[in-house]
Protein backbone atom coordinates (compact mmCIF):
# COMPACT_ATOMS: atom_id res chain seq x y z
CA UNK A 1 0.00 0.00 0.00
CA UNK A 2 2.89 2.72 0.69
CA UNK A 3 4.39 1.91 -2.71
CA UNK A 4 1.31 2.65 -4.49
CA UNK A 5 0.52 5.85 -2.27
CA UNK A 6 4.23 6.94 -2.97
CA UNK A 7 3.91 5.84 -6.73
CA UNK A 8 0.96 8.03 -7.17
CA UNK A 9 2.01 11.24 -5.59
CA UNK A 10 5.10 11.58 -7.50
CA UNK A 11 3.26 10.59 -10.77
CA UNK A 12 0.73 12.91 -10.52
CA UNK A 13 2.81 15.87 -9.39
CA UNK A 14 5.61 15.21 -12.07
CA UNK A 15 3.14 14.93 -15.16
CA UNK A 16 2.68 19.24 -14.90
CA UNK A 17 6.14 19.37 -14.73
CA UNK A 18 6.95 17.41 -18.00
CA UNK A 19 3.64 18.88 -20.06
CA UNK A 20 5.17 22.10 -20.70
CA UNK A 21 7.78 20.18 -22.64
CA UNK A 22 5.09 18.01 -24.49
CA UNK A 23 3.21 21.05 -25.58
CA UNK A 24 6.03 22.27 -27.37
CA UNK A 25 7.14 19.56 -28.92
CA UNK A 26 5.00 16.73 -29.19
CA UNK A 27 1.43 16.87 -29.68
CA UNK A 28 -1.37 14.60 -31.45
CA UNK A 29 -2.77 16.47 -33.72
CA UNK A 30 -6.36 14.84 -34.50
CA UNK A 31 -6.81 12.59 -37.86
CA UNK A 32 -9.41 10.05 -39.18
CA UNK A 33 -8.76 7.85 -36.74
CA UNK A 34 -8.55 9.70 -33.46
CA UNK A 35 -11.35 9.91 -31.02
CA UNK A 36 -9.92 13.14 -29.78
CA UNK A 37 -11.15 16.23 -31.36
CA UNK A 38 -8.77 18.76 -29.69
CA UNK A 39 -4.69 19.06 -30.06
CA UNK A 40 -3.36 16.62 -27.21
CA UNK A 41 -0.07 16.37 -26.26
CA UNK A 42 1.44 13.01 -26.21
CA UNK A 43 4.31 10.84 -24.87
CA UNK A 44 3.05 11.41 -21.18
CA UNK A 45 3.56 7.41 -20.47
CA UNK A 46 7.23 8.76 -19.70
CA UNK A 47 6.01 9.97 -16.04
CA UNK A 48 4.62 6.56 -14.60
CA UNK A 49 7.57 4.85 -16.96
CA UNK A 50 9.81 6.75 -14.67
CA UNK A 51 8.38 6.70 -11.10
CA UNK A 52 7.51 2.41 -11.64
CA UNK A 53 10.98 1.67 -12.49
CA UNK A 54 12.63 4.00 -10.33
CA UNK A 55 10.52 2.84 -7.07
CA UNK A 56 10.58 -1.26 -7.98
CA UNK A 57 14.24 -0.86 -7.53
CA UNK A 58 13.48 1.09 -4.18
CA UNK A 59 10.70 -1.17 -2.25
CA UNK A 60 11.60 -4.24 -4.48
CA UNK A 61 15.51 -4.72 -5.19
CA UNK A 62 16.19 -7.55 -8.28
CA UNK A 63 17.73 -9.77 -5.36
CA UNK A 64 14.12 -10.02 -3.62
CA UNK A 65 11.34 -10.30 -6.74
CA UNK A 66 12.25 -11.19 -10.60
CA UNK A 67 9.45 -9.15 -11.60
CA UNK A 68 11.76 -5.71 -10.70
CA UNK A 69 13.74 -7.71 -13.69
CA UNK A 70 11.01 -7.04 -15.51
CA UNK A 71 9.89 -3.42 -15.03
CA UNK A 72 13.55 -2.85 -16.19
CA UNK A 73 13.42 -4.86 -19.17
CA UNK A 74 10.80 -3.19 -19.94
CA UNK A 75 12.66 0.12 -20.27
CA UNK A 76 14.41 -0.56 -23.31
CA UNK A 77 11.18 -0.98 -25.74
CA UNK A 78 9.93 2.01 -23.99
CA UNK A 79 12.71 4.42 -24.73
CA UNK A 80 12.04 3.09 -28.38
CA UNK A 81 8.69 3.96 -28.16
CA UNK A 82 9.40 7.48 -26.89
CA UNK A 83 11.28 7.84 -30.68
CA UNK A 84 8.15 6.26 -32.47
CA UNK A 85 6.36 9.53 -30.88
CA UNK A 86 8.97 11.80 -31.95
CA UNK A 87 9.33 10.03 -35.64
CA UNK A 88 7.18 7.15 -36.43
CA UNK A 89 8.98 3.86 -36.86
CA UNK A 90 8.47 1.07 -39.26
CA UNK A 91 6.29 -1.66 -38.43
CA UNK A 92 9.42 -4.37 -39.21
CA UNK A 93 11.71 -1.94 -37.18
CA UNK A 94 9.46 -1.91 -34.28
CA UNK A 95 8.98 -5.71 -33.98
CA UNK A 96 12.39 -6.57 -34.26
CA UNK A 97 12.78 -4.61 -31.10
CA UNK A 98 9.86 -5.96 -29.47
CA UNK A 99 11.34 -9.88 -30.51
CA UNK A 100 14.37 -8.53 -28.79
CA UNK A 101 12.63 -7.67 -25.53
CA UNK A 102 10.41 -10.66 -25.31
CA UNK A 103 13.50 -12.82 -25.91
CA UNK A 104 15.30 -11.01 -22.58
CA UNK A 105 12.01 -11.47 -20.50
CA UNK A 106 12.14 -15.47 -21.64
CA UNK A 107 15.83 -15.69 -20.63
CA UNK A 108 15.63 -13.91 -17.29
CA UNK A 109 12.26 -14.84 -16.21
CA UNK A 110 11.79 -18.50 -14.90
CA UNK A 111 8.79 -19.63 -17.30
CA UNK A 112 6.94 -22.89 -16.94
CA UNK A 113 9.00 -25.61 -17.61
CA UNK A 114 6.78 -26.71 -20.56
CA UNK A 115 7.23 -23.35 -22.32
CA UNK A 116 11.20 -24.15 -22.36
CA UNK A 117 10.72 -27.47 -24.83
CA UNK A 118 11.71 -25.96 -28.18
CA UNK A 119 8.23 -26.46 -29.82
CA UNK A 120 6.41 -24.54 -27.15
CA UNK A 121 8.70 -21.42 -27.13
CA UNK A 122 7.52 -20.33 -30.66
CA UNK A 123 4.15 -20.33 -29.68
CA UNK A 124 5.22 -18.59 -26.65
CA UNK A 125 7.35 -16.19 -28.16
CA UNK A 126 4.58 -15.01 -30.83
CA UNK A 127 2.04 -14.97 -28.37
CA UNK A 128 4.11 -11.90 -25.73
CA UNK A 129 4.42 -10.27 -29.24
CA UNK A 130 0.63 -10.04 -29.48
CA UNK A 131 0.08 -9.50 -26.15
CA UNK A 132 2.06 -6.63 -26.35
CA UNK A 133 0.79 -5.24 -29.50
CA UNK A 134 -2.83 -5.39 -28.58
CA UNK A 135 -2.35 -3.49 -25.18
CA UNK A 136 -0.81 -0.75 -28.04
CA UNK A 137 -3.91 -0.91 -30.02
CA UNK A 138 -6.19 -0.60 -27.02
CA UNK A 139 -4.73 3.48 -25.95
CA UNK A 140 -7.35 4.89 -28.50
CA UNK A 141 -9.27 6.37 -25.85
CA UNK A 142 -9.12 8.78 -22.95
CA UNK A 143 -8.49 6.90 -19.62
CA UNK A 144 -9.26 3.60 -21.38
CA UNK A 145 -5.64 1.95 -21.25
CA UNK A 146 -4.75 3.43 -18.02
CA UNK A 147 -8.04 2.13 -16.29
CA UNK A 148 -7.66 -1.24 -17.40
CA UNK A 149 -3.80 -1.45 -16.46
CA UNK A 150 -4.78 -0.68 -13.23
CA UNK A 151 -7.92 -2.86 -12.52
CA UNK A 152 -5.54 -5.59 -14.07
CA UNK A 153 -2.06 -5.11 -12.21
CA UNK A 154 -4.23 -4.24 -9.26
CA UNK A 155 -5.58 -8.18 -9.32
CA UNK A 156 -2.21 -9.40 -10.01
CA UNK A 157 -1.05 -7.73 -6.65
CA UNK A 158 -3.74 -8.57 -4.53
CA UNK A 159 -3.85 -12.03 -5.98
CA UNK A 160 -0.06 -12.96 -5.67
CA UNK A 161 2.84 -12.17 -3.09
CA UNK A 162 4.99 -12.06 -6.30
CA UNK A 163 3.70 -9.63 -8.10
CA UNK A 164 4.15 -6.56 -5.07
CA UNK A 165 6.48 -4.98 -7.38
CA UNK A 166 3.42 -3.96 -9.84
CA UNK A 167 2.04 -2.40 -7.25
CA UNK A 168 4.83 0.80 -8.21
CA UNK A 169 3.17 0.88 -11.49
CA UNK A 170 -0.31 0.67 -10.54
CA UNK A 171 0.44 3.57 -8.08
CA UNK A 172 1.56 5.69 -10.95
CA UNK A 173 -1.00 4.69 -12.90
CA UNK A 174 -3.44 6.15 -10.88
CA UNK A 175 -1.47 9.31 -10.40
CA UNK A 176 -1.42 9.54 -13.97
CA UNK A 177 -4.99 8.37 -14.42
CA UNK A 178 -6.42 12.08 -13.46
CA UNK A 179 -4.70 13.89 -16.31
CA UNK A 180 -5.60 10.95 -18.84
CA UNK A 181 -9.11 11.02 -18.17
CA UNK A 182 -11.46 12.15 -20.53
CA UNK A 183 -11.02 14.82 -21.86
CA UNK A 184 -7.38 13.98 -21.94
CA UNK A 185 -4.86 16.45 -20.86
CA UNK A 186 -1.88 14.37 -22.02
CA UNK A 187 -2.12 10.70 -23.67
CA UNK A 188 0.68 8.13 -22.82
CA UNK A 189 1.99 7.64 -25.95
CA UNK A 190 4.08 4.16 -27.34
CA UNK A 191 6.84 4.97 -24.45
CA UNK A 192 3.99 4.23 -21.86
CA UNK A 193 1.61 1.62 -23.72
CA UNK A 194 4.81 -0.58 -25.02
CA UNK A 195 5.97 -0.32 -21.32
CA UNK A 196 2.96 -1.89 -19.80
CA UNK A 197 2.26 -4.29 -22.60
CA UNK A 198 5.83 -5.70 -21.62
CA UNK A 199 4.54 -5.69 -18.37
CA UNK A 200 1.58 -7.64 -18.42
CA UNK A 201 2.86 -10.17 -20.98
CA UNK A 202 5.70 -10.82 -18.83
CA UNK A 203 3.75 -10.82 -15.69
CA UNK A 204 1.18 -13.32 -17.02
CA UNK A 205 3.79 -15.89 -17.99
CA UNK A 206 5.77 -15.61 -14.80
CA UNK A 207 2.42 -16.01 -12.48
CA UNK A 208 1.66 -19.14 -14.58
CA UNK A 209 5.27 -21.02 -13.52
CA UNK A 210 5.37 -19.54 -10.15
CA UNK A 211 1.58 -19.75 -8.75
CA UNK A 212 -1.35 -21.95 -9.22
CA UNK A 213 -3.14 -23.02 -12.39
CA UNK A 214 -6.23 -20.82 -10.80
CA UNK A 215 -4.23 -17.80 -10.20
CA UNK A 216 -2.72 -17.31 -13.66
CA UNK A 217 -6.22 -18.06 -14.87
CA UNK A 218 -8.23 -15.44 -12.83
CA UNK A 219 -5.45 -13.29 -14.27
CA UNK A 220 -5.87 -14.01 -17.66
CA UNK A 221 -9.77 -13.71 -17.80
CA UNK A 222 -9.19 -10.10 -16.14
CA UNK A 223 -7.29 -9.55 -18.91
CA UNK A 224 -9.80 -10.67 -21.38
CA UNK A 225 -12.01 -7.64 -22.25
CA UNK A 226 -8.85 -5.45 -22.83
CA UNK A 227 -7.70 -8.32 -25.40
CA UNK A 228 -11.51 -9.49 -26.54
CA UNK A 229 -11.37 -6.54 -29.07
CA UNK A 230 -7.89 -6.24 -30.42
CA UNK A 231 -8.69 -10.34 -31.28
CA UNK A 232 -11.81 -10.03 -32.69
CA UNK A 233 -10.39 -6.81 -34.81
CA UNK A 234 -7.43 -9.08 -35.99
CA UNK A 235 -9.54 -11.90 -36.71
CA UNK A 236 -11.63 -10.12 -39.34
CA UNK A 237 -8.99 -8.12 -41.02
CA UNK A 238 -7.13 -11.15 -42.01
CA UNK A 239 -10.49 -13.31 -43.11
CA UNK A 240 -11.21 -10.22 -45.19
CA UNK A 241 -7.62 -10.54 -46.37
CA UNK A 242 -6.87 -6.42 -45.22
CA UNK A 243 -2.92 -5.13 -44.00
CA UNK A 244 -3.04 -6.01 -40.30
CA UNK A 245 -0.40 -3.53 -39.98
CA UNK A 246 -1.81 -0.51 -41.22
CA UNK A 247 -4.36 1.50 -38.98
CA UNK A 248 -8.10 1.22 -38.85
CA UNK A 249 -10.95 2.62 -37.45
CA UNK A 250 -12.62 -1.06 -36.25
CA UNK A 251 -12.43 -1.10 -32.97
CA UNK A 252 -15.34 -1.58 -30.30
CA UNK A 253 -14.11 1.56 -28.96
CA UNK A 254 -13.93 3.63 -31.91
Known sequence: MTSIIISALICFLLVP????????????????????????????????????????????????????????????????????????????????????????????????????????????????????????????????????????????????????PLSCIVGALLGFLPWNWSPAKVFMGDVGSLFLGVVLSGTLFYLSSSESLYISASFLLVMTPLFADASLCLIYRLISRQSIFQAHRLHLYQ
Open 17 to 164: LILPYLKRNLVDIPGNRSSHSKPTPRGGGVSFVFVSVLLSLLFYPTSSNPLTYLILAALPLSVIGFVDDFVELSASLRLVFQTLTVFCIVYILPLPTSFQNSFWIFILIPLMIAIINFVNFTDGLDGLLTGCLIITLLCAVINSRDAQ
